[in-house]
């Protein structure tokens, strides 16, 4: 079965920590693994990942993808209040289907 | 732009009551769907659409209907709405079909007692 799983489920940190979010994955014909940020209402979408090794990195946000051992992280660096927030990881896969991992609430504490 | 819209934000059914939750864009883009995100679950695909005139079923179609006459809507139908439909549905639209960020929607929170 298709599974998309994420961990931790949530996460409190303080102001200026660095966090690293997981996000693993079993499907059929991977396509690409996206990250989006949901805060009160509509996902937004932070990074795509298609290639295994390759970092997509925006301001204190980064990602990488390991289609070998079927996982990607996301790292936030120096965080702030304003990231606390859901993030969630989708995988494509297949011809049109998406499945979205169940997410992690992070918590920013200044 | 308005990007993708919903409507209505919030509504509240009676168990066997239907309903069209709407959904448009104006970024002629042709990969429409439709998810439901219950707390603790993540989103959930019920139905897509790679064009007009096209529609597919996702991971959690049933009790759900849709259609595709345009470009621009996507309008998702609950033929009797039960308890278990209650949820924040989401309306997304990307610009192909594969390996693109999609655009959500506001969200309509739908109860159903």
């Known amino acids: 079965e298709d599974k998309v799983v994420q961990s931790p489920l949530s996460l409190v940190v303080h102001e200026g920590d660095t966090v690293t979010l997981n996000c693993s994955y079993e499907v059929t014909n991977f396509r690409s693994l996206l990250w989006y940020k949901q805060e009160k209402k509509a996902p937004t979408f932070l990074f795509m990942l298609?290639?295994?090794?390759i970092e997509k990195k925006s301001g204190r946000l980064s990602s990488i993808l390991d289609k070998k051992e079927l996982f990607s992280i996301l790292n936030i660096t120096a965080t702030q209040t304003g990231d606390s927030a859901i993030y969630l990881c989708?995988?494509?896969?297949?011809?049109?289907?998406?499945?979205f991992g169940a997410g992690t609430r992070l918590t920013v504490k200044p | 732009n308005a990007g993708v819209t919903q409507t209505p934000k919030f509504q509240v059914l009676k168990t066997g009551q239907s309903m069209t939750l709407q959904c448009a864009q104006d970024m002629n883009h042709e990969y429409m769907s439709w998810y439901r995100q219950d707390p603790g679950m993540g989103l959930r695909l019920i139905h897509y659409?790679?064009?007009?005139?096209?529609?597919d079923q996702g991971e959690v179609p049933n009790g759900y209907n849709v259609s595709r006459s345009t470009t621009e809507d996507f309008p998702l139908r609950l033929l009797s709405a039960a308890p278990s439909q209650t949820s924040v549905y989401f309306c997304a639209s990307s610009p192909r079909t594969l390996n693109y960020e999609q655009y959500f929607g506001p969200g309509t929170r739908l109860t159903v007692t």
């Open positions: 989708a995988v494509y896969h297949n011809n049109n289907d998406m499945r």
């Open positions: 659409s790679v064009g007009a005139g096209i529609t």
């Open positions: 298609t290639s295994s090794g």
